[in-house]
């Protein structure tokens, strides 16, 4: 296998609000349930008086895995249904942008955990992809993905 085509950055970044639905699933049934769930927070927030979406976003809490879909928002906010306000994690991150097609993405995943053993990272659990704007092109979607770094020292 030829070299990482992800370049990775260590980053510390604020935790961001978002509006999720969260649930326990199966890596065999999430590809399934995403969509759905993403379209019930979208159909939340059309409603006067919800915060505007932003970036879609889906949160990897473990590898149970414990899931959380929907969008960044601008602030927290009340609950509404199974729509609850959450965060994307703050703390320090490894990063890469994924350019292409969203069925590769797990390249992109592989790149960062290779890069955090490489360079003594402990990876702390939580990781999670943020999506940027829809393109026709597969070739032109990016996707920034993060994992949360264990501090030094724990």
């Known amino acids: ?16 609000p978002t509006a999720v639905i969260a649930r326990r699933t199966t890596w065999a049934e999430f590809p399934r349930l995403w969509r759905p769930l993403l379209d019930e ?4 927030l059309a409603r006067p008086g919800a915060p505007s979406p932003g970036c ?13 879909v929907g969008v960044e928002v601008p602030a927290p906010f009340a609950a ?3 729509v609850i306000s959450s965060a994307l994690p703050g703390g320090t991150v490894a990063v890469t942008v994924h350019r292409g097609p969203y069925d590769q993405l797990d390249a992109a995943h592989r790149a ?3 890069w955090c053993a490489a ?13 940027g704007d829809w393109r026709e092109d597969p070739a032109e979607l990016e996707t920034t993905v993060s994992y949360l770094i264990r501090p030094d020292g724990t």
């Open 1 to 16: 296998m030829g070299p990482s085509l992800h370049e990775i950055s260590f980053q510390v970044v604020a935790a961001r």
């Open 41 to 44: 927070v979208y159909a939340v």
């Open 80 to 82: 509404a249904g199974p």
């Open 112 to 114: 960062v955990r290779a």
């Open 56 to 68: 879609n976003v889906m949160l990897y809490r473990d590898d149970v895995p414990h899931v959380e």
């Open 119 to 131: 360079h003594g990272h402990e990876l702390a659990g939580p990781r999670w992809e943020v999506y």
